[in-house]
């Protein structure tokens, strides 16, 4: 297949009934066959075997009594059974919600409770978390089990399987664009993490529009150790699948064994986050570090002199972007640009603003939120789910609200300043401020306690908690960041924790955590890594 075949395939030639799971694997696999598409966990799929896996897949859905609409839930890591499950959901017209590897019992209780999920696959050495989690009043009716040998337990009484075999291949049910395809839930900032409900357009579009960005082809070896329950990480699938390229999905990110894994896959497009270029950049400078085939790849957030000294040691140019998981890939980085500092220019077919208090624009230069809209339908989320009034918030004047405040540049060039929201960023996650507070707001000897973001050495966010004692209460900040552990995930634990007499207050009383994030980290501060 030559690169104007696979350009073809990736652009919006695609008409918008046709931007559907099932419609895209079908016409890939009647248009490139037995051309290699993916390799994750020692298995590996043609794009004719991914029609197979996820038609036969779908079929095992079925006969478990999942039907169009029903939520599927999928704790699991870097493995097919993953986006077997995920893609034959979309094949059927389910809805999978994907869960972040690292949560603990109190999180999966929410996220099942909350997506009403019917069906769990879990990977064996997860199950155990779910011994914590309240699942009572939740819809949940099974578990499948990936991986596990040997007797399965049962958590609190539920059905508990081993992942049954494929059933016989069924056809697809009539999906449409604006359908939900999955339930990904990103952290809130004044409460729990809401569910984003992503329509098979828009995950389409993530690929198309990545795709597009990154200027790939088919001889293109797509490389990542992101978790697949990222939208980052599915969206490499699609790109793949679009362009007739390959994807391969590694099973975590290790420093020192990134290169090595890069050429044993030979990998042409690698995909970084924001700390995970200073982390290699770390370690010792060898030749491994010339000795691949990597010619490009996607790092947002990594700062401006850490791309360029990657750029200088592996020969690796790393295009920075914005997107979010309720958006798409709206702004990024041109190849062959070399401004530094910004996160690159407004892609084709949407459209942004830098908007005051009253979602007016303002002129270049002037600092102000990031407000955004596509002009296709259904190439963004279609909403937080079952949360109606947040849905109306974030998307209020048809525009939807980053919670990013941004300076657009006179060359069209938009600069990340901060956030608005009280969110925190760190090795990749979103962090709930809220979530942090309530499991700490839970220890006895806690009488209030704020948590907000401070900035680390490795220019991204790091997890810092005000913590004021009960009268008499003899407990370490050490202790505290114990208690964190197991009842939240481990990118969530607090860092920082400071034991402090007072907060500083509104006239009204109202906490005022800027205050706090700039102050940061003071002498007198317990820093968990010391």
């Not at 969530?492 to 005022?512: F, M, S």
């Amino acid at each position: 297949m030559t690169t104007d075949t696979a350009a073809r395939l990736v652009d919006h030639a695609w008409p918008l009934a046709e931007r559907t799971v099932p419609l895209l694997l079908q016409q890939q696999a009647a248009a490139l066959g037995a051309r290699p598409l993916l390799t994750v966990g020692g298995v590996r799929w043609t794009h004719a075997d991914a029609v197979d896996a996820v038609a036969r897949r779908a079929a095992a859905l079925q006969a478990a009594g999942v039907g169009r609409g029903d939520r599927v839930a999928i704790l699991c890591g870097n493995r097919a059974e993953f986006l077997e499950v995920f893609l034959a959901c979309g094949w059927i017209g389910a809805v999978s919600v994907p869960i972040n590897s690292a949560s603990m019992g109190p999180q999966i209780a929410y996220f099942l409770a909350d997506s009403g999920a019917r069906l769990m696959v879990v990977e064996a050495p997860f199950v155990e978390r779910l011994q914590t989690a309240e699942l009572v009043g939740t819809a949940l009716e099974c578990v499948w089990v990936v991986g596990g040998e040997g007797p399965m337990p049962a958590p609190q009484g539920l059905r508990c399987e081993a992942y049954p075999p494929a059933g016989d291949a069924v056809a697809p049910a009539a999906v449409q664009p604006g359908d939900p395809l999955a339930i990904l839930y990103t952290s809130g900032t004044t409460g729990p993490a809401k569910g984003v409900v992503c329509p098979h357009a828009q995950y389409h579009g993530w690929g198309a529009n990545t795709a597009r960005i990154l200027g790939l082809g088919p001889d293109d070896v797509l490389a990542t150790t992101l978790p697949l329950f990222h939208i980052n990480a599915l969206n490499t699938f699609a790109q793949a699948s679009l362009t007739g390229g390959e994807v391969v999905f590694l099973p975590r990110f290790s420093a020192s064994g990134f290169w090595p894994a890069m050429q044993a896959c030979g990998a042409t497009v690698v995909y970084l986050l924001g700390a995970m270029v200073p982390i290699l950049l770390a370690q010792p400078a060898g030749a491994g570090e010339r000795a691949h085939r990597v010619r490009t790849g996607l790092g947002p957030g990594v700062p401006a002199s850490a791309s360029a000294a990657f750029r200088e040691r592996t020969g690796v140019r790393l295009l920075e972007g914005y997107g979010s998981t309720e958006t798409n890939f709206v702004i990024a980085t041109r190849p062959d640009s070399e401004r530094a500092g910004v996160m690159g220019w407004l892609q084709p077919g949407f459209e942004a603003r830098v908007a005051d208090a009253f979602d007016a624009p303002l002129p270049d230069g002037e600092a102000g939120e990031l407000l955004l809209r596509a002009d296709e339908p259904f190439a963004f989320a279609t909403g937080y789910f079952n949360l109606p009034d947040k849905t109306v918030e974030a998307w209020r004047n048809l525009w939807f609200h980053t919670g990013d405040r941004v300076v657009r540049e006179p060359d069209g060039a938009f600069r990340f300043i901060d956030r608005l929201k009280d969110a925190i960023r760190r090795r990749g996650e979103n962090i709930s401020s809220y979530e942090v507070e309530q499991v700490l707001q839970g220890h006895p000897a806690v009488a209030t306690v704020v948590v907000y973001p401070v900035r680390s050495e490795l220019a991204e966010d790091e997890v810092m908690a005000s913590v004021i004692l009960r009268p008499d209460a003899a407990v370490t900040p050490a202790d505290l960041a114990g208690y964190c552990d197991g009842r939240l995930p481990y990118f969530a634990i607090p860092r920082y924790i400071d034991l402090v007499d007072d907060l500083p207050r509104t006239e009204n009383g109202k906490v005022q955590k800027f205050r706090l994030r700039e102050r940061g980290v003071t002498p007198s501060t317990w820093d968990r890594q010391r």
